[in-house]
Each structure stands twice: as C-alpha cells, then as structure tokens.
C-alpha cells in the first residue's frame, strides 16, 4: 500500500474530496488482517461467492462460483480454502486465466436472505495449473471486513439438481437490446475494481430496478447511495479509470459481465445520490448460469431510494 493503515491514496484522496475522511478514518478500524471467528461458519454456511481478479491491464473481472455449503471455509482466519466443483465451475471465465497471471483475488460472501456479506481481499497462495485446474484454490486474507446490508433485496437460493451450466455464450464490445433490458430492470449488481498495488476488490450494489441506468449501448451509470465513508470501489476507480459489473438474470439463470473504462462524476443528483460512476463498456461477456439454481425472492430493502430519487 501506499500508505500506513487500511486504505491506500485513492481512497485516501475520494473520502477527501467526498468530506468524509473522518468517517472513513472511523470505519477503517473494521478492517482487518484476518477473518474474524464470529464470521468463519458464515463464510462456510455460503453455496456462492463473488469473486474479482484482474487481467493484468484493464481489465477488473467479477464473476460467481457455486458450490455446497462447506465449498468455502476458514481454519484460522488467515487463510480461505476453496474447493469448487468442477461440474459447477465455467473453464472459460476470464476468472481462470486472471488468477494464472498475479494471483490477486477478492472474495464477497453475500447471503442474500439474510441481506449479511463479508469482504476479503487477499492472494493465492499458489497459482499452480493443477491447483486451478482442479478448482483447488487456496487465499491468504490480506484484509477482511463485513459490510452493512444497506440496498441488498432478500432473495432465497435453492440449489435442486445442480449441473453445469453452458460455456460462454456470446461476447460483444457494447450492449444489444438484449442486454439493456437486462440491465434496465435490474435491482442488483457487483463491481470489480483494482489498485494495483493493494490488489483487487469486489462488492455489491443495489437499489429500486433502473437504479443502473443505460446511457447508451456502450455507457453505463451507476449511482453512488450514501454509505459506510471507506469508499473502496471509487478510490480504485479514481486511481485505475476502470472497473467491471456483474449482472445476475434471478429469472433466466444467466449472467452478463461488462468491463470498461470508469471515471467519477461528482455532480449531486439527490440528498441519497451523492454522485455517480460511468463505465464506457468495452467488452460484454453473457453466459449461462448452472442449471438448477432458483432464487425466490422475498423483498425490496428499505434502504432503496424512492423511484422520484431516481428520476
């Protein structure tokens, strides 16, 4: 890191320039080296994880793993094995390739029924081709921390007769009508960001449908809610100027994966949408999820800002 303490200086110089150095000082102190043990049957209770690597230039991937209850677990705190299914796993995800070039990795464990997630940011101990190849994937926690469950709708995953889903669909360099639909109704995303020299991140974002709002078939928007002051994704996006989104289709089980350029707009929209973030798409990656995954959904979160807030 660039400097002592949980953040480096993008997000040092975002906090500053949003005015909340001081809570972002306060909410630091969360952040720590290892995963606490009141969090370690969390993590392993969870049947999918969000991930985030990086390409090695601009390109900052999400992407999801699936497993049974126990796929994820910690001994210790320090350390996160992961064991994914091979049937379960999509070869062709960027995610593979990405961890064979720096190894940098970040984990999000988001119950979406309980609206609970916790972030780990770390590397792999190896990037051995076997390793990956058997989806054995072994992570040294550099920073953990939970997060709250501000904008997260509750939705109920029910795993029955899993099996593998199809490769890679299609790729595309912007948007077809397709994909705008998608996003359009929408009420929940992840974003991958990258500091080079702190490594990688991956969170969630979420709001009323049409809270991401599709500019153009190439531009995306993403409102910036009020939140915990770390402003994790936004100092990468400041250093970097690039970021991903994942996309889940709950209905259709498919998901899109869209990276980009990303920069900051400062302009304040609304008392809850401080700012807002643009993607300038330059890849589109669609693909099926595996088949067998139902989500039930439960309810909006109480957080969401009103559709007039939006307008």
């Known amino acids: ?5 949980p953040y480096h200086d993008g997000e040092r110089q975002v906090q500053a320039l949003a005015g909340k150095s001081g809570q972002g000082e306060a909410m630091g102190r969360a952040i720590a080296k290892s995963i606490t043990p009141g969090a370690w049957q969390f993590l392993a209770a969870q049947s999918m994880l969000v991930l985030g690597s990086w390409d090695g230039a601009r390109g900052a991937w999400p992407s999801l793993l699936f497993g049974e209850p126990g796929f994820a677990v910690t001994h210790d705190g320090t350390e996160v094995q992961l064991a ?21 990795i970040s984990l999000l464990a988001i119950e979406l029924s309980t609206r609970r997630r916790l972030r780990i940011n770390g590397h792999l ?6 390793l990956l190849a058997e989806g054995r994937l072994d992570v040294i926690v550099d920073q953990a921390y939970p997060n709250c469950p501000k904008y997260i709708q509750r939705r109920i995953l029910r795993m029955d007769r ?3 889903g199809r490769p890679c669909m299609q790729e595309n360099h912007s948007l077809n009508a397709d994909h705008a639909s998608l996003i359009a109704n929408a ?16 969170s969630h974002r979420g709001g009323l449908p049409g809270f991401v709002r599709v500019e153009s078939t190439t531009r995306l928007r993403i409102p910036d809610y009020v939140g915990n002051g770390m402003f ?3 100092g990468n996006i400041h250093e970097s100027g690039f970021a991903g989104l994942l996309f889940i289709d709950f209905d259709n089980g498919r998901q899109l994966q869209v990276i980009g350029d990303a920069k900051i707009d400062w302009s304040r929209e609304s008392a809850t949408v401080e700012r807002s973030w643009l993607l300038d798409i330059q890849r589109v990656r669609e693909s099926s999820l595996p088949h067998g995954l139902k989500w039930e959904f439960v309810d909006f979160s109480p957080f969401n800002p009103t559709p007039m807030l939006l307008a």
């Open 1 to 5: 890191m660039t400097n002592s303490g």
């Open 187 to 202: 009420d929940a995303c992840f974003v991958a960001s990258v500091h080079q020299e702190s490594g990688t991140d991956v």
């Open 84 to 104: 994914v299914p091979s049937a379960w796993a999509d070869h062709h995800d960027p995610l593979w390739h990405n961890l064979r070039q720096n190894g940098l």
């Open 162 to 164: 899993t099996q593998p």
């Open 125 to 130: 101990r190896s990037v051995a081709d076997e």
């Open 232 to 234: 994790n994704t936004l």
